[in-house]
C-alpha cells in the first residue's frame, strides 16, 4: 500500500504524466538519478502526450486484496510516443483485445484507495483506442 | 462579450439497460422504457468517479479552449458526489490538468443543479472582470437505492465549461435562478442512498421552478420559445424533460439533440450540462440556445446562450458527446452491476 507522503510526492509523474529527458535521449517515467544507459545525471522534464504502443502485457487473475475485485484485469508494458516505458492497468476494455502493437492512450482514473477511510490514489491506466 | 470559450463531456463506457434492472425487481421491461423513455444509463467504471469524470471532461474543455491552463483563475465542480466528504474534488482536478496553484477553487452541492451553479459562478468572475476564464464543471456518479425507481435513471457522466471575454464560441446573453425550500428529495448525512417525495417531486419540485425560472428569462430577454433553435431541461427521465419543454412553448425538434436521456440516463449535476454539449457539438452560428436546470431542494438556474462563428472551428477539437455516448459500450449484468455501485458488502 502507497501511503500519503509517497502519493504527494509522485503526483506529478502520476497525474501529468512528467518524465525526465536525459541528455543521451533517454526518457524516464518515474523519475529516477541517472540514465541506466549512458550515466548522464543531466535531464529536463518532459510531460508525455499520453499516447502509446503495448510492448508486452499479462492478464491478473489472482490479485493483491487491493485489485482482488477487479479480475481479471490486464497489466501491460507499454512504450509511449516519446519512447517512455511504463507498466500500466488496461481499463475499460475486454481482456481479449488486449494484444502486443496495440495502440493505448493514458487515461486519468482510481488506482486504488487506502481503505475505507484512508485516501484516494489517482494515477494513469491506459485504454486501446 | 463573455461565454463560453471551450467545452467537453465525458461518459463512462460501461451500461446497464432498463430491462436489465427491471428484470431483477420483477417489473415489466417495456413498461419501465415506456414510462421513463429510458433505455439504458451510464454506469461508472470501478476505478471511476467525479473526479476522473471531471478531469476527462475538462480534458475535452481545454483541447476546444486552447488557452494555457495557468490562465483559468477558478474551478468549480459541481457534484452530489463528490468522493470526499472533506477534501476538495478541485484540488486533485487542478493539479492533472496543470491549473494554478494560483487558482480559486471550490466544490459545489445542490443535488442535480450544482453543476449549472459551478458554471454560473464561473461565468459571474469573467463577466466581473475579476479573471480572465474560469472553468465550471457538472459531474457525478449518481445513486440509486436497489429497487427504487431512481435506479433505471441514476447514472455517470458530466460536462465542463471554460467561460472566458476572448474567442468565445457561446455567449451568455441572459441568466436567471428560481429557488425556494422544497423536500422533494434529499439524503442526509452517512447515508448512503437518496429518498425522495415520489410525485411531489414532479408539480411542486421540478415543473415548479423551471418553468419560474424559464419563464422568468424569457420575459427578461423579451425572447419566445420560437426564437431558439435549441432547448435543454434538466433530465431525471425521459418524460420531464419534453413535458415542461412543450408547456413553455418548444417542438421536440428544439429538444431533441439535447435530449440525451435515453442512452445516458440522469448524470444528476452533468444532466442539463452534458445536453448543452451535445447541442454545441452541431450549433450553426447565430443560434441561439435554451437551458434551464433543476436541483431538488430546490432551484433551477436558465441560461439564453448565442452562439458565434467560433463554434465552427473547436467542434472537431475534441470527442462529441453523441459521438462518446454511441461509441464503445461494455454492458453490466445487474450482479456486476451491484459490484460496481459498492451495493454488495465485502469481508474486509
Redesign the interface.
Known amino acids: 500500500m502507497a501511503d500519503s507522503a509517497r502519493y504527494h510526492r509522485e503526483k506529478f509523474h502520476r497525474y501529468i504524466l512528467e518524465a525526465q529527458k536525459f541528455d543521451s535521449g533517454f526518457v524516464s517515467l518515474p523519475n529516477r538519478y541517472v540514465d541506466p544507459y549512458s550515466g548522464s545525471r543531466s535531464y529536463e522534464k518532459i510531460n508525455l502526450k499520453g499516447t502509446g504502443t503495448i510492448l508486452s502485457y499479462t492478464i491478473i487473475h489472482i490479485a493483491s486484496d487491493q485489485f482482488a475485485h477487479t479480475t481479471p484485469f490486464p497489466v501491460a508494458i507499454i512504450e509511449t510516443d516519446e519512447g517512455a516505458r511504463l507498466t500500466v492497468m488496461v481499463t475499460d476494455c475486454d481482456i481479449n483485445d488486449v494484444k502486443i502493437g496495440a495502440r493505448v492512450e493514458l487515461v486519468f482514473r482510481k488506482i486504488m484507495e487506502e481503505g475505507e477511510s484512508g485516501i484516494i490514489n489517482y494515477g494513469y491506466k491506459a485504454i486501446l483506442i | 462579450m463573455v461565454g463560453i470559450v471551450g467545452y467537453g463531456a465525458y461518459v ?3 451500461r446497464i439497460k432498463s430491462s436489465t434492472i427491471a428484470e431483477q425487481w420483477g417489473s415489466d421491461p417495456a413498461a419501465i422504457e415506456r414510462g421513463l423513455l429510458l433505455s439504458e444509463k451510464t454506469v461508472p ?5 467525479t ?2 469524470i471531471s ?2 471532461a475538462a480534458k475535452n474543455a481545454l483541447k476546444r479552449a486552447r488557452i494555457d491552463p495557468k490562465k483559468i483563475g477558478a474551478v468549480y465542480i459541481g457534484s452530489e458526489s463528490h ?2 466528504a472533506v ?1 476538495p474534488s478541485g484540488t ?1 482536478l487542478i ?4 491549473i494554478g496553484p494560483h487558482v480559486h477553487v471550490a466544490d459545489y452541492e445542490f443535488a442535480c443543479k450544482a453543476g449549472s451553479e459551478a458554471m454560473y459562478v464561473a461565468y459571474s468572475h469573467v463577466k466581473s472582470g475579476e479573471m480572465e476564464y474560469a472553468l465550471g464543471i457538472g459531474a457525478d456518479t449518481s445513486q440509486g437505492a436497489p429497487g427504487d425507481a431512481l435506479e433505471y435513471s441514476a447514472s455517470a457522466g458530466g460536462a465542463a465549461f471554460i467561460f472566458g471575454k476572448t474567442n468565445v464560441v457561446a455567449e451568455v446573453l441572459f441568466t436567471h435562478s428560481y429557488t425556494s425550500d422544497t423536500p422533494d428529495f434529499w439524503r442526509r448525512e452517512y447515508q448512503r442512498y437518496p429518498r425522495h417525495g415520489g410525485r411531489f417531486t414532479g408539480e411542486p419540485a421540478y415543473f415548479r421552478h423551471i418553468l419560474g425560472a424559464s419563464r422568468a428569462i424569457l420575459e427578461k430577454s423579451g425572447m419566445k420559445a420560437s426564437d431558439f433553435a435549441f432547448a435543454v431541461f434538466h433530465m431525471p427521465n425521459g418524460k420531464f424533460p419534453l413535458k415542461v419543454g412543450k408547456t413553455l412553448g418548444f417542438t421536440n425538434q428544439q429538444m431533441e439533440q439535447g435530449w440525451v436521456v435515453n442512452i445516458m440516463g440522469n448524470t444528476y449535476s452533468g444532466s442539463s450540462p452534458t445536453g448543452l454539449t451535445a447541442i454545441l457539438d452541431i450549433a450553426k452560428p447565430g443560434d441561439k440556445i435554451f437551458m434551464c436546470s433543476f436541483g431538488s431542494g430546490a432551484g433551477s438556474d436558465a441560461f439564453i446562450f448565442q452562439v458565434t462563428d467560433k463554434i465552427l472551428e473547436v467542434q472537431d477539437l475534441a470527442p462529441k458527446t453523441r459521438d462518446i455516448l454511441n461509441g ?1 459500450k ?1 454492458y453490466l449484468s445487474y450482479g456486476k452491476y451491484a ?1 460496481y455501485r459498492k451495493k454488495i458488502l ?1 469481508n474486509d
Do not use: C, R
Not at chain 2, 467504471?45 to 468517479?49: A, N, P
Not at chain 2, 493539479?95 to 496543470?98: E, I, R
Open positions: 463512462p463506457a460501461h467504471g470501478q476505478d471511476e468517479d473526479i476522473t478531469v476527462a468522493p470526499y477534501k486533485i493539479d492533472a490538468l496543470g464503445k461494455i459490484a465485502f
